[in-house]
C-alpha cells in the first residue's frame, strides 16, 4: 500500500464527486467554524479595545454587540440572497463580475483570499495559544505545534471535503451545545437574582478608569469586535460543495452559523455586563480570557468548565479550516476565468482542489515561520480582505437588485441590499481608519501586489493562447526528412543503441564525440571503419559520419551545442534531431554516481535549440540487468 | 561580464595547466599552512594536557617536544623518500595501494579523507575563534563569520591553485619570520640572561600542582602535542602541482615547511621552560594563548606584539586551505581508480578539481552548522586520520624498500622507514588509546563506512561498464521502423509541430487525446478527419489515427503511459517513439503559469519505460514570439 494512499485514501473516481457532497450538519463544521470562533474572539477584542475605561467599560458592552449583530443580520439577510442569486458559489467575486465589473470582481477576490490567508496563521497561533496556556509545557514548541496542526488541516483536507468536515463535526456541536447551555444558564440565574448574580468563582477585579469614553475609542471597540463577522461570506463562496437542494441546503447552513453566532455574541454581551466581567491584560500574570471568565462565573471551575473551554480550544485550532474550504474555490474560480494558473482547476486523488489547499498551507505556513507563531503583529491586517469583499458583495448585490427591480419584492430586498453596503461600507471605513496606522496598509499593499499578479498571468496566458491557438488543419509542405545527431562519450551498448535508433528515424546521421582530454576515452576515428561504416553498408543504411571534436576548455556541452547550431544554419530546410544515449539508472541513488551529462545536453538543447531542434531520449535501461539476470542473453532492445 | 567570470575569472584552456605550477615560495602558503598554524595550537595542546602538574609541567615540555620533533623528523624523512618514489602524488594512498594492496591503500585514503574535512571545520573555528577574542563584537555572529570565510577559501581555490597561494603568500612569510623573530630573540635573551630572563610583560602565574605526573598522563600529553604534525603529509599527495623539477620542488618544499616547524616547536618549548609559561583554562577569565604569554614575555605588548598575533590568527584562519589544495586531489586518484564518481576526475574552469572542492565545502559547512562554529567536540576526531595515514605510508615505505632492497643505499633508507613505521604506529596507537573515549572512534566508524561506500561505487561502475561495454560492431537486423505516438491536449500550434516531426520520423502515427472530465478541452474526433486525415492524404502521408482514453481519475499520465505499455506490448518488433508536444517559455518565471504535463511525461516516461520507448522533445518556442514581432509571420519551423 502506497504512502500516498494510507495518509490520503483511496483515490475517487469523478463519478463519484456527489458522495463528496454534504448538508448542513457538516456544513457548519466545515463552513462555520470561523464564524463560531469569532465569538470566542470577537468580543474580547471589543472589551480589550475599552480596557483604558475600566469598569465604565460595562456601559458601552451591550449596545456595541447590538450594533455588530446588527450589521451581521444585514450581511447575513444579503448573504443569503446572494446564494440564491449565484448557486455555483463565488460568493463576492461572482456578484461583483456580473455587477460592477471584472476589476472590482478581482479586487474582491484577492481580498478575500488575503483574508483566507491570514486567518489560516491567525487561527491556528490562537488555537495553539490557547493551547499552550492550558499546558505550559509545550511552549518552548509553539511554532512546531502550529505546524503540525497546520500539516493535519492540510492532510484532513486532501482527504476531501467531507472526511474533514466528519472529523470536526463533534468538537463543533459540542462546543456550541456546551456553550449555549453555561450561557443560558448564566441567563436563566441572572433573572433569577433580579439582574444581581452572584458569580460561583471569584472574578479578577475590573481596574480603575484612566480615560473617559470618546466617540473615537467606541469606534475602535466597535472594528475590533466587527472581527466576529468574519467568516459569513463562506458559505456563498462555496455554494456547490452542498447536496440538492443546493441552495436550500447552503441557505439552512448559513442561517444555522448566523444565529448561533448570534445568540452567542449578545449571551456574552449581557453577562460580561451582568458579572462586570472586562478584558485582562494578554501575556501579563493573571490574564483571564474573556469566556474563562463567564464560564467560570455562571458554572464554577468544575468538569463544565473544563468541557466548555476544552471544545473552545478545539474550535479555535480548527477553526483555520474554513479557509481551507474556501481559498482553494476561489482559487478554482480565478484559474476558470484565467487569472490564475489552469493547474487550481483541477481536481486531486480526493476531488478535492489539491493545488489550492497545498499553496494556502505553503503561504500561511511561511507567515507561521516568519512570525514565529506568535501572529499578534499579523491580527490589524486581519478582517480588512473580508470587510472589503462584504462591501464589493453588498454593493453588487444593489446592483443585481436594480437590474431586477421589476420582479417580485425587488423593492424590499434592494432595500435591504442598500442598507446592508452602507454599513458594510462604514463599518469597513471604520477598520481601515482604525487599523490603517497599525498595518492594515500591508493588506491593501499585498492586495494590488495580487492584482498585479492577476493581470499579468492573464496576459501571458491570453498571449500564449493568441500565438498558439490556430484552427488550421494539418499543412504538410514538401519538407526534407531530419538529419540526426548523436552525441557519443565512448563505445558502449548504451552508444549502439542510439546509433541504431537513429538510422532508423532518419537517412542522415552524424556521430559526434567531444574530447576534452580526458585519457580514459578513446578517439573513436580509428575504429569507426570497421565498428560502423561496414555494418551499415552491408544494412544498406547510408553509414553514419563521425564528427570529433576537441573542448580546450573540458566543457563536453559547448562544442556540441555550437555544432548542432552551426548544422542548422547550413540546412535550414531541415529538422535537427539529437539523438541523446540515455543510461537509466536502477535505483535513485545511483544518481549520484554518474553526471547526468544526458540530462543536461537534453535541457540545454532545450533551453538553447531552435526551432529546427528536437531532442530524443534513447533510453538504456540498467533495471533489466538486474544481479539474477546477468547470466541471460541481453533483453531485445 | 557573467558572475562566474567575475567571482571566478576567465575560463582557462586544458593547454595552460602549466602556468598553474607553482614552485616552493608558494607551495609553502598553499600546502604548509597547516603544518605550520600546527605550531599555534601543538604545543599548547601539550601543555593543556599537562595543567593538572601545575608548575611541575615546566620540566616535561622540553623532554616532550623533543620527542614529538624526533617522530616529526623520521616522517618527514620517509615523506621526503615517497615524494621522489610517487612523483604523481596521492602520497599514502599511492604507498599503500603499491605495496600494501588495495585495502590499505582505501583505508589510508578514507583516513585522510576524514581528517581533511575535519581540519577544514576545526581550522575554520579555531581562526574565527582567535578572531573573536580580537573583536568580541563578533561573538554573536560566530557561525556566519566561519561560514564567510569558508565560502571565501571555496571561492578562492576554484580560482586555481596559485590563485589561492598568491593571496595567502603575504600573512604566511609574514607570520613565519614575526613569530621566527620574537623566538630567536627570546633565545638571545635568554642567554644573555644566563638562562633567568625577565619577563617584559607579568605573566599569570602557574597553578599549583594538583596531581604528579604519570606516565599516562605525559603519554596523553604526548599524543596531544603530536597534533602539531598533521599537515606533513601534504605534499606528498600534491606533488603534481609543483612545476618542474616537480620532485626537487616538492621536496624543497616539504624541508622548508618542516624546518620551519621543528624550529618553532623546539624554541617555544624552550622559552616555554625559561620563561615558566604554561597553558591557561580556555574559556575562563584570564584565559591567554601560550604565544600570546611567550611573545608577551619576549617583546611586551607592543606594535611588535600585535602584528605577530595578528599575523597568527590569520593563518590559523588560512590553515584549511591545506585540506583545499589536498582533499579534491585525493579524491581526484580515488574516481580516477573507480572508486569514487567520475565527475572527481573533471577539472573546472580555472583547472582546479571543483567538485571535490565544492564537496569538501559542502561537508565542512555542514559541520560547522551542526555545531554552530564552535567545533571543540570535533578535536579528539581530529588528527587519528592524519596518524593513520602516516603509518601506513611508513608501513608501505618499508614494503617499497624492501622490494628494492638491492640498490645503492636501500638499507639506511629502509632501516629509516621501520623506524618511522614504528615511531608513527606506536603514536597512532597512544593517540588512539589516550582519545578513543573521548569520541575518536567515531572517526573509525565513518572511516569504515566510507570504505563501504568506495567499494559500492567501484562494484557499480564495474556492473554498468560489464554490462554496457562492448567492442561489437554496429548489428543492424531486419529492424522494423517505428512506431510514432503523440500526446495530444488540444489542438494548437505546438500539437501541429509534434504530428508533422511524427510523420517525418515514423511512417505509424498514432494521436493519443485523454479527456479528463475539464470541459475547456474539445474532444477532437469529430474534427479529426478535417484537420489531420485528409490533410494528411493530400500530402502522400498515412493518416495518423486518433486515439481518445478517458480518465476517470483526472490522471492525464496513467492512462497514456498505460496506452503507450500495451502498444509496446502488441508490437513487441518496433520502437515507440512518443512525441511530446513541449511549449518552451520565454522567461523563468513563465514556468509558474504553466503545468509542466511535458517535463513530467518525459520523466515519467524515461522512468516507466521499457527499452522499445523513445521519448521524443518537440519543442515550440515561445520566445520567437516576442512583443515585438508580433505583427511579423510565425517563424519558419
Known amino acids: 500500500m502506497s504512502l500516498g494512499r494510507i495518509l490520503l485514501g483511496r483515490r ?3 463519478s463519484e464527486s456527489d458522495d463528496q457532497l454534504i448538508g448542513p450538519w457538516i456544513g457548519v463544521p466545515v463552513l462555520g467554524l470561523d464564524a463560531l470562533a469569532s465569538a470566542a474572539y470577537g468580543p474580547e477584542a471589543m472589551l480589550t479595545v475599552m480596557m483604558p475605561l475600566g469598569a465604565g467599560a460595562v456601559h458601552y458592552g451591550v449596545p456595541l454587540a447590538l450594533s455588530i449583530a446588527a450589521v451581521l443580520t444585514v450581511v447575513f439577510l444579503s448573504y443569503r440572497q446572494t446564494i440564491a442569486a449565484y448557486p455555483n458559489g463565488g460568493g463576492a467575486y461572482s456578484v461583483a463580475k456580473e455587477n460592477l465589473g471584472e476589476r472590482a470582481a478581482l479586487f474582491a477576490a484577492a481580498a478575500l483570499a488575503v483574508d483566507y490567508v491570514l486567518n489560516v496563521a491567525v487561527a491556528i497561533a490562537a488555537g495553539v495559544g490557547a493551547l499552550v ?38 468538537p463543533t456541536w459540542l462546543f456550541v451545545v456546551c456553550l449555549l447551555g453555561v450561557l443560558t444558564c448564566g441567563v436563566v440565574k441572572l433573572v433569577l437574582s433580579d439582574g444581581q448574580p452572584a458569580p460561583v468563582v471569584a472574578l479578577p477585579p475590573l481596574s480603575a478608569a484612566v480615560q473617559l469614553a470618546t466617540p473615537w475609542l467606541l469606534l475602535h471597540a466597535f472594528a475590533s469586535g466587527c472581527t466576529a463577522m468574519t467568516g459569513v461570506e463562506a458559505v456563498s463562496n462555496a455554494v456547490p460543495i452542498f447536496r440538492p437542494d443546493t441552495v436550500k441546503n447552503a441557505r439552512r447552513t448559513l442561517t444555522m452559523i448566523v444565529v448561533i453566532l448570534l445568540c452567542l455574541l449578545l449571551l456574552e454581551a449581557t453577562l460580561a455586563r451582568a458579572y462586570h466581567i472586562g478584558a485582562t491584560t494578554p501575556g501579563e500574570p493573571g490574564f483571564q480570557s474573556l469566556l474563562s471568565q463567564l464560564v467560570a462565573a455562571v458554572v464554577g ?21 474554513t479557509s481551507f474550504a474556501d481559498f482553494p474555490r476561489i482559487c478554482r474560480i480565478l484559474a476558470q476565468d484565467k487569472w490564475l494558473p489552469e493547474t487550481f482547476v483541477h481536481r486531486g486523488r480526493r476531488l478535492a482542489f489539491s493545488h489550492g489547499i497545498l499553496v494556502l498551507s505553503a503561504l500561511s505556513g511561511i507567515l507561521l515561520i516568519v512570525f514565529g507563531g506568535i501572529t499578534d503583529a499579523l491580527i490589524p491586517l486581519f478582517a480588512i480582505g473580508a470587510f472589503l469583499a462584504f462591501t464589493m458583495s ?59 499578479g492577476f493581470v499579468g498571468t492573464r496576459r501571458h496566458y491570453s498571449f500564449v493562447a493568441r500565438v498558439t491557438s490556430t484552427s488550421a488543419s494539418l499543412e504538410l509542405g514538401p519538407a526534407r526528412p531530419p538529419l540526426a545527431v548523436v552525441p557519443l562519450r565512448r563505445w558502449d551498448a548504451v552508444a549502439l543503441k ?17 574530447l576534452t582530454g580526458d585519457r580514459s576515452v578513446d578517439d573513436l576515428r580509428p575504429r569507426w571503419d570497421l565498428l560502423v561504416t561496414r555494418p551499415a553498408k552491408q544494412g544498406k543504411f547510408k553509414p553514419p559520419e563521425l564528427v570529433v571534436l576537441s573542448s580546450e576548455y573540458r566543457s563536453l556541452f559547448k562544442p556540441l551545442l555550437d555544432y548542432i547550431d552551426e548544422l542548422a544554419r547550413t540546412h535550414p530546410d531541415r529538422q535537427v ?28 538543447l532545450l533551453a538553447r535549440g531552435g526551432p529546427q531542434t ?16 546477468q547470466h541471460l542473453a541481453r533483453p531485445a532492445e
Open 394 to 452: 453588498q454593493a453588487g448585490m444593489v446592483v443585481h437588485g436594480w437590474r431586477r427591480r421589476h420582479e417580485r419584492r425587488a423593492r424590499q430586498r434592494m432595500a435591504l441590499n442598500v442598507l446592508g453596503a452602507v454599513a458594510t461600507g462604514a463599518t469597513t471605513l471604520v477598520i481601515l481608519v482604525a487599523k490603517l496606522h497599525e498595518g492594515a496598509w500591508v493588506s491593501l499593499l499585498i492586495i494590488a501586489l495580487m492584482l498585479l
Open 498 to 514: 542510439a546509433i541504431r535508433l537513429a538510422l532508423q528515424l532518419a537517412p542522415d546521421v552524424i556521430c559526434v564525440q567531444v
Open 577 to 604: 534531431a539529437v539523438i541523446v544515449p540515455d543510461l537509466v539508472e536502477r535505483r535513485w541513488y545511483h544518481a549520484f554516481l554518474h553526471n547526468h551529462s544526458a540530462a543536461l545536453i537534453k535541457a540545454l
Open 614 to 629: 528536437v531532442v530524443v531520449s534513447a533510453p538504456w535501461y540498467l533495471r533489466d540487468w538486474l544481479p539474477e539476470q
Open 301 to 321: 471551575r468544575g468538569f463544565l468548565y473544563n468541557l466548555t473551554l476544552g471544545s473552545v480550544v478545539a474550535v479555535l485550532c480548527m477553526s483555520a479550516n
Open 12 to 14: 475517487l473516481r469523478t
Open 133 to 170: 496556556s492550558i499546558f505550559p509545557a509545550l511552549l518552548p514548541h509553539t511554532l512546531s505545534v502550529c505546524l503540525v496542526l497546520l500539516g493535519l488541516l492540510t492532510l484532513l483536507n486532501l482527504r476531501g471535503v467531507r472526511a474533514a468536515g466528519l472529523v470536526f463535526a463533534t
